[in-house]
T-cell receptor, first 111, second 115 residues
């Protein structure tokens, strides 16, 4: 059972554009929603996280939007740069449930 | 502060063998989680240890086991290896002073190939 569904699988964005990755979850007990970035040959690194008491969180060029009623959350990367080209994972946890990950989105930012 | 260290970086084994992977968490972190990463399934939770006790376990067969030592270092073992066990095995540590699994810090993983 996939508890967090992530889309798209891959994404190509022009330099300077907005990259948008979406995730949907099923377990209403989830109350912590992080995004991880994975460089090739490395483990995932925490990028930004949100809790359901806010609908949006912004850190630099990265923004998480959260819709509790729809059980969806998304990552927006503003002014996307070639250096942002990596694999991004959404995740969720809550209660006694360990962190469960989406299947990842491979982002390519082209000049 | 040193990050999460996993050894070895690469392993090649044959079917039926067993393997032990090691993880040293960030100093002061008491929780260690293990994940299996494959292209088809993504990251899947194996188990989590806190203060030498298994606190959570994923949906993997009993061939997968782990333990944590008093210094928080952890090992995972896979017995009777199968071809499908080929994957990147990731270890993550966290303070676990509060909520379960907040702010996981991942190591670079051990790439296991089973021939």
């Amino acid at each position: 059972q996939q508890q967090v569904k992530q889309s798209p699988q891959s994404l190509i964005v022009q330099k300077g554009g907005i990259s948008i990755i979406n995730c949907a979850y099923e377990n209403t007990a989830f109350d912590y929603f992080p995004w991880y970035q994975q460089f090739p040959g490395k483990g995932p690194a925490l990028l930004i996280a949100i809790r359901p008491d806010v609908s949006e969180k912004k850190e630099g060029r990265f923004t998480i939007s959260f819709n509790k009623s729809a059980k969806q959350f998304s990552l927006h990367i503003m002014d996307s740069q070639p250096g942002d080209s990596d694999t991004y994972f959404c995740a969720a946890s809550g209660g006694n449930t360990p962190l469960v990950f989406g299947k990842g989105t491979r982002l390519s930012v082209i000049a | 502060k040193a990050g999460v260290t996993q050894t070895p970086r690469y392993l090649i084994k044959t079917r039926g063998q067993q393997v032990t992977l090691s993880c040293s968490p960030i100093s002061g972190h008491r929780s260690v989680s293990w994940y299996q990463q494959t292209p088809g399934q993504g990251l899947q939770f194996l188990f989590e240890y806190f203060s030498e006790t298994q606190r959570n376990k994923g949906n993997f067969p009993g061939r997968f086991s782990g333990r944590q030592f008093s210094n928080s270092r952890s090992e995972m073992n896979v017995s009777t290896l199968e071809l499908g066990d080929s994957a990147l095995y990731l270890c993550a540590s966290s303070l676990a002073g509060g909520r379960l699994n907040e702010k996981l810090f991942f190591g670079s993983g051990t790439q296991l190939s089973v021939l």
